[in-house]
């Protein structure tokens, strides 16, 4: 969050140094559509890149006609869902409840953004992997650090959001590049 375009680039070059698969840039960042753009254009096709903190219809297809191809909600609306999935873009959005997360995967969520993980602990991501349909994808978002993944892991968390204990506005991309190589070392101890 707050990243600016120019900046954009090499922060995200410096998260795919270290294997990252999916780059969010949250539209309340400065010229969230223009870092989105610059990021797409360098990113290669195995990384999905596009927004966080979408809300509207029409914040997902400006997202997509950026080249962007992720989209991450704050919350659980079917209608953006919908829209997200007709324009063939992965789609995670936000659920603090099991009822939330039933809802996003019945409007076609490719997986749920456990928000926020500070009130969503390891044993309500159990609870929730025991039920929800085939499989689906939890990500715990909100206050994660590598240090607190490993019993979200053991719960079934498929993955992390990771936010300002990644970058925060003004870091560098070499401050960036060395903390996502401690989430991904952390990341492949838990994963062996």
Do not use: H
């Amino acid at each position: 969050r707050g990243i600016a375009p120019a900046e954009a680039a090499d922060v995200a070059e410096a998260l795919l140094e270290e294997d990252f698969e999916f780059i969010e840039i949250p539209l309340n960042s400065p010229d969230p559509l223009k870092s989105i753009a610059a990021v797409r254009a360098m990113a290669p096709a195995r990384v999905y890149v596009g927004a966080g903190t979408v809300l509207s219809m029409e914040q997902v297809e400006a997202v997509a006609q950026a080249g962007g191809d992720l989209i991450v909600t704050p919350n659980t609306n079917a209608a953006v869902i919908a829209r997200a999935k007709a324009l063939g873009l992965v789609c995670l959005p936000g659920a603090a409840t099991p009822s939330e997360a039933f809802a996003a995967l019945a409007a076609g969520a490719d997986g749920v953004k456990a928000f926020p993980a500070e009130m969503i602990g390891p044993a309500i991501v159990k609870a929730w992997a025991a039920v929800l349909p085939g499989g689906a994808p939890i990500l715990p978002v909100g206050g994660i650090t590598p240090d607190i993944m490993g019993p979200y892991v053991k719960a079934g968390a498929a993955g992390f959001g990771l936010g300002s204990a990644l970058y925060k506005p003004g870091d560098e991309a070499a401050a960036v590049r060395a903390k996502a190589a401690a989430f991904r070392a952390a990341w492949g101890r838990l994963r062996g």
